[in-house]
């Protein structure tokens, strides 16, 4: 399967790069915010808390791919010990 999901860490580029976009934009909305007035300024700081629920969802995301990949090296580690000591 290819794609940007095919494996362990082609799905943490992507989600790195991910938050690293949303953080460009939160950067942006958030310039936005300091001239905006009335129901604009409204509307971009729930854009804003949702940029930032967003970009928290995502670091929790990669902290979740960082423990797969190190359980897998693990994993695998441990099954090259056993084949290495039969």
Same mark, same amino acid.
């Given at each position: 399967m290819?794609?940007?999901f +095919?494996?362990l860490? +082609?799905?943490?580029?992507?989600v790195?790069?991910l &938050?690293?976009? $949303?953080r460009? $934009?939160? %950067?942006? *909305? !958030?310039?936005d *915010?300091?001239?905006?007035? &009335?129901?604009?300024?409204d509307a !971009?700081?729930v854009?804003?808390l ?8 995502l ?6 791919l960082n423990? !797969?990949? %190190?359980?897998r090296?693990l !994993? ?5 010990? $056993?084949? $290495? %000591?039969?």
């Amino acid at each position: 399967m290819e794609g940007p999901f +095919s494996s362990l860490e +082609s799905a943490h580029e992507y989600v790195t790069l991910l &938050g690293q976009q $949303v953080r460009e $934009v939160r %950067a942006s *909305i !958030l310039e936005d *915010i300091t001239v905006a007035d &009335g129901r604009r300024l409204d509307a !971009l700081r729930v854009v804003d808390l949702k940029l930032s629920q967003l970009d928290q969802h995502l670091a929790a995301s990669r902290r979740a791919l960082n423990d !797969l990949r %190190a359980l897998r090296r693990l !994993l695998l580690g441990e099954r090259e010990g $056993v084949a $290495v %000591a039969h």
